[in-house]
């Protein structure tokens, strides 16, 4: 059974730090990309950072660029968004998403994270 749970959402103030983590079962995790998204309430939901299969390379959005860092353990089927400096803005339901061969896409439930003072 394909599993992807998210954890590490919370309360923080502006300019505070959150790292979420992503548990995989259920699939070869290292054949997978590894991606966060995000939906604030009243948006669409919108792509974070993404990090590959072999080397680690990342793409981030603009908006969290310098603030953001995403990683993957291939070992321990997990992967991580780590979040600084975080905004008001920021404030969204995270999602975890892998992507994998055939185009295979596995999403999380999701969790919140809330900015505010």
């Known amino acids: 059974q394909v599993q992807l749970v998210e954890s590490g959402g919370g309360l923080v103030q502006p300019g505070g730090s959150l790292r979420l983590s992503c548990a995989a079962s259920g699939f070869t995790f290292r054949r997978y990309v590894m991606s966060w998204y995000r939906q604030a309430p009243g948006k669409e939901r919108e792509l974070v950072a993404v990090i590959n299969t072999i080397d680690d390379r990342a793409i981030y959005a603009d908006s969290v660029k310098g603030r953001f860092t995403i990683s993957r353990d291939n070992a321990k089927n997990t992967a991580w968004l780590q979040m600084n400096s975080l905004k008001p803005e920021d404030t969204a339901v995270y999602y975890c998403?892998?992507?994998?061969?055939?185009?295979?896409?596995?999403w999380g439930s999701g969790i919140l994270v809330t900015v505010s003072s």
């Open positions: 998403n892998a992507n994998g061969p055939g185009a295979i896409d596995y």
